[in-house]
């Protein structure tokens, strides 16, 4: 009966300490699953299977580490296997040298840019790129971090976050055009009917 | 520093990935260049902006009520699954009874060193109807590939190397590290523990050719060994099965990959997995003596 009692509170304290330092992240790993899978649907299932797949290793999870990168690192293993699964591909096609030389300018920020131009601008860089943007910029992970979900080089996390910026920038000026700032591709100041700087 | 310096090590700063030294460097040149302070502060507005309107954004937002059937569906899930935690947890009263085990591990060690020494293994475990049995565990490692890494088939969801076992992790390098080494190029795909027809797999998956490649491991207790340094071939349709064993297991490689080519994946493995075998074997006979020392 001790045993009973004694194992019991075991499973309870790894639930609580799971709860704890876990469950709070659910927010975190549910934008990054929108991200990788795009749909509301598919993005709750890979986040409940990230969870259950963390809840079962919890025992190796090193308390007072970075939670929210370990949890992340799970996802994009679960999400990598599930894409396998589906597909049967092999990406080994990038993208990177035809979109490189496609940004040119570089664009002031104007403060009347609104958050739906921002998600709007995002939406149209390329995947391999957005990722990485969205990993350091908004989720707030490192180089390394980074590097290690998706299993490339720190030198390739270094160099897509650069051109993801850049065609970013290079979206948002579209923007500014219309809000009548001046970019540098023209060099001169247009301003949209009643609109002011 | 210059400007040009500085445009090129601007998106690292803005992620605070410098070192410290060049953090001053650039405080400084920042000090001195209005221009680049300008650009610098452009970058944090948009960084900001991209931060504030991807987090508040209806689409990135978990629906209403999401988090609490998480919390119920993994608290049922924490409450069926056995906890690996407490096989690591040994309280005070358990010594005595991992002493007894320790003491009943050596001596079942010893008994089956001496008796392996000899090559005296009970008849009815190593050679009833072997050729048989041989041809069963073959055509199950063959259905293992074709399920699990050609179609993704299997009725259990494979378990990540990594998360399975540390020991796993260890077999993924007897096998990674031959092929990564060869002078033919083996792309390695996905590592993980998998189970068909009921027989456990370690499964390592490689690209060459193009082609999947499959290394299985398994054990053969059930189905009977090869006899020492002995490799087998066989071909079921377009598929080509090799196997060597080592230790108590049996390790298949399997492919479509031309009966040559696949034989010598497997024959590469294999004079790994002797090596490594005859420097283990040395490390058991030391252990034999000091066993038989202390008994």
Known sequence: MFKLIKRKSEKESLWEDFEQEAMPFSADLFRVAMFLKRERDAAEDLVQETFVQALKSFHRYEQGTNCKAWLTTIMYHTHY????????????????EKIAGTVAFEAPIPQQITDEDVLQALGKVPQNFKEIVVLCDVEGFAYKEIASFLDV???TVMSRLHRGRKILRGELAVFARNYGIKTEDTGEVKYKEGKSL | MK?????????S????????????EVLRHLEMCAACRNLIQDRRILREKLKSAVKNAELFQMREGFHQELLVNLRQNSETAESPKRFFKINKNSWIAVAACLILTLGLGFWFLRYRDVNSFPAEIAGVDEAAK?????SIALGDHQNCAVKFNLPEDPIDIDLASPQYADLKRVVLNPLENASDKYEFDESHTCKFQGNDFTHIVFLHQGKIVSVLLTDFHKFGNLKNDEMTKTSVGDYQIARFDRKNQAVFVVSDLSEQENFATAELLASSARQQISFNERAETNLLVALKIAF
Not at chain 2, 3 to 11: G, K, L, R
Not at chain 2, 13 to 24: G, K, Q, S, V
Not at chain 2, 134 to 138: M, P
Request: net charge negative; proline share 2%; charged share 25%.
């Open chain 2, 13 to 24: 700063y803005l992620c605070d990935e410098l070192l410290t030294e060049t953090n001053h």
């Open chain 2, 134 to 138: 041989q041809v069963s565990l073959e």
């Open chain 1, 81 to 96: 296997k599930q894409l396998r699964k589906q597909t049967n591909l092999h990406l080994v096609a990038d993208t990177e």
């Open chain 1, 153 to 155: 080089p720190i030198g």
């Open chain 2, 3 to 11: 400007c040009q310096d500085f445009h090129e090590i601007v998106d």
